[in-house]
C-alpha cells in the first residue's frame, strides 16, 4: 500500500500579512495608554500572556494586548516592539555578541511602540480609535514569510 502525501510543503504558497506600526506622540506608560484606547472604543483591550522570544543568551518578554471588536468579531493585538523584561540564560564569553539585554521585534523600526496585528486577512485599523495628540496615524507594514516576525505571529495566532 502507497502512502500518499498530503501536502508538499514546496506547493504551499505563504501570503505576505499586514501589520499596523503604532508611533506614540509622548512616552506615556502601556496601562495609560490603553485606558485612554479602552474609553474611546467597544473593544477592551487587555493583557494576555506575554510573547516569549528565546534568544541564546537572553529569554525576551514582549507585552501583548488584545480585543475583540463585537460587530465584526475581529481580534486585534498589540505586541510591544520593545522587550519589557529580559531574563539572562547563560553568560556572554564572546566580546562582539548581537544578543543584547533589550531586543526589538523590528530591528528596523525602533521608534515603534507596538506591533498591530489583525486576524482578519486583509485588516482595517481604521476601526480603533487611537487618543487625539497621542498617537501618530497607523502605518501599514506588510510581513512577507521570510521574515523572523511573521513565523513568531503566526505561533502566537
Not at 501583548?64 to 547563560?90: D, M, P, V
Request: aromatic share 18%; proline share 3%; charged share 25%.
Amino acid at each position: 500500500m502507497e502512502i500518499q502525501k498530503l501536502y508538499d510543503l514546496d506547493d504551499i504558497e505563504f501570503e505576505d500579512i499586514t501589520i499596523g506600526l503604532v508611533r506614540l506622540a509622548k512616552n506615556i506608560p502601556d496601562h495609560e495608554f490603553f485606558f485612554k484606547i479602552n474609553i474611546n472604543n467597544d473593544l477592551k483591550f487587555s493583557r494576555i500572556k506575554d510573547l516569549v522570544f528565546n534568544g541564546i543568551y537572553y529569554d525576551y518578554f514582549f507585552p501583548r494586548y488584545e480585543g475583540y471588536h463585537k460587530y465584526t468579531k475581529t481580534c486585534f493585538t498589540f505586541i510591544a516592539n520593545k522587550s519589557s523584561e529580559s531574563n539572562q540564560k547563560k553568560l556572554q564569553t564572546e566580546l562582539f555578541a548581537e544578543e543584547d539585554n533589550i531586543k526589538f521585534l523590528l530591528n528596523n523600526q525602533t521608534e515603534v511602540e507596538y506591533i498591530l496585528h489583525s486576524s482578519e486577512q486583509f485588516p482595517d485599523f481604521s476601526v480603533i480609535l487611537l487618543p487625539e495628540n497621542l498617537v501618530f496615524p497607523i502605518q501599514d507594514y506588510n510581513l512577507s514569510s521570510e521574515e523572523e516576525l511573521y513565523q513568531i505571529i503566526q505561533y502566537y495566532e
